[in-house]
């Protein structure tokens, strides 16, 4: 039953795919998937899948470029500056489609390396519409 249950409800999930064409959006993004980790994963899961993932796909070095000047002007520490230096050198090199089936894992990456802290993002949001 409960098996069933997440399968009606993951219908009524937006399919839309949306490409962000500013830095702000992106990280508000950031801010929802990572606000509702906890609670509400599903909708965590349509943010990253359907907001997320295409626009890195759309523009990757561009993407990267976003992510690293708001975490350069904001100031914060990244957890794990290892794991996010290397996802925004790969995010920057990728040139060809075939490249583009690991976006996902590389925003995993991203993601896991300190970036998807609901207060460090409200941080990095604070800065820049300040």
Same mark, same amino acid.
Request: charged fraction near 30%; charge should be positive.
């Given at each position: 039953?409960?098996?069933?249950? +997440?399968?009606?409800?993951?219908?009524?999930? !937006?399919?839309?795919?949306?490409?962000? &064409?500013? %830095?702000? &959006?992106? =990280?508000? &993004? +950031?801010? @929802?998937?990572? @606000?509702?980790?906890?609670?509400? =994963?599903?909708?965590?899961?349509?943010?990253?899948?359907?907001?997320?993932?295409?626009? *890195? #796909? /759309? !523009? %990757? #070095?561009?993407? *990267?470029? =976003? $992510?690293? $000047?708001?975490?350069? /002007?904001?100031?914060?520490?990244?957890?794990?500056? @290892?794991?996010?230096?290397?996802?925004?050198?790969?995010?920057?090199? +990728? /040139?060809?489609?075939?490249?583009?089936?690991?976006?996902?894992?590389?925003?995993?990456?991203?993601? !896991?390396?300190? +970036?998807?802290?609901?207060?460090?993002? @409200?941080?990095?949001?604070?800065?820049?519409?300040?």
């Amino acid at each position: 039953m409960g098996l069933s249950y +997440i399968n009606k409800q993951s219908e009524k999930f !937006n399919t839309i795919k949306e490409c962000r &064409d500013n %830095p702000i &959006d992106v =990280w508000k &993004d +950031i801010l @929802s998937y990572s @606000s509702n980790l906890n609670g509400n =994963w599903m909708f965590s899961k349509e943010i990253f899948y359907n907001r997320l993932v295409p626009t *890195a #796909e /759309k !523009n %990757p #070095e561009l993407f *990267a470029r =976003w $992510i690293r $000047i708001m975490v350069k /002007k904001s100031g914060v520490k990244i957890k794990s500056r @290892s794991e996010y230096l290397e996802a925004l050198k790969y995010l920057r090199s +990728i /040139k060809n489609r075939n490249a583009r089936n690991k976006i996902r894992r590389i925003l995993y990456t991203l993601l !896991n390396s300190g +970036i998807e802290e609901p207060s460090c993002i @409200s941080r990095i949001l604070g800065h820049k519409c300040a």
